[in-house]
């Protein structure tokens, strides 16, 4: 009987574990919506979206932060030239710097709900992550539309995502 208990609980336990909810920063590519990248994300964590401005030609290097409710907020946003298409003044509380070649808006609160962007080898379309890890983007999936978002999954959906994405 004692066995059987055990074993019960051993099975509750890894039921209750693999439901548990998790969220997740994901990189797809909308027109089939395959999966191109996964990692977990907790509050405070933060990542640059980095290109050349397509018009400008100049490099463009959003600031993103994942805050309380696990959303994407775009906190600053620097850029090497201030013309066509591009940030020319802030806006509310933001504030508007040079610091050394570039400009920069600071003390941004912006909701990115998803993030939609061509990436392309000519726009050296990058994401740089808190922890030093870097990403080309036309790298997942060559020169096309990627979509990046934050969502909550389980567990034990993260674990089936990883498992696909590494025998690719």
Known sequence: MHKRALAALFILL??????????VFSIEAPPNGRLLYLRMV???DQFALSF???VEGCPVRDHI?????YRMITY??????????????????????TEGDHFRIGNM???????YQWVDKKYANRLIFGDGKEIALPDLA??????????????????GMKL?????
């Open 76 to 97: 600053a946003t620097e850029f090497w030239s201030s013309r066509t298409g591009l940030p020319y003044a802030p806006f509310g509380d933001e504030t508007f710097t």
């Open 164 to 168: 696909k994405l590494s025998i690719r």
């Open 14 to 23: 890894v039921a209750v574990t693999a439901l548990a909810p998790l969220h």
């Open 142 to 159: 060559g020169d096309t539309l990627l979509k990046m978002s934050v969502t909550q999954v389980r567990l034990a959906q993260y674990a």
């Open 109 to 115: 609160n912006r909701v990115i709900p998803e993030i």
């Open 52 to 54: 050349i401005h397509s």
């Open 65 to 69: 932060r994942i805050d309380s409710g």
């Open 42 to 44: 907790s509050p405070g």
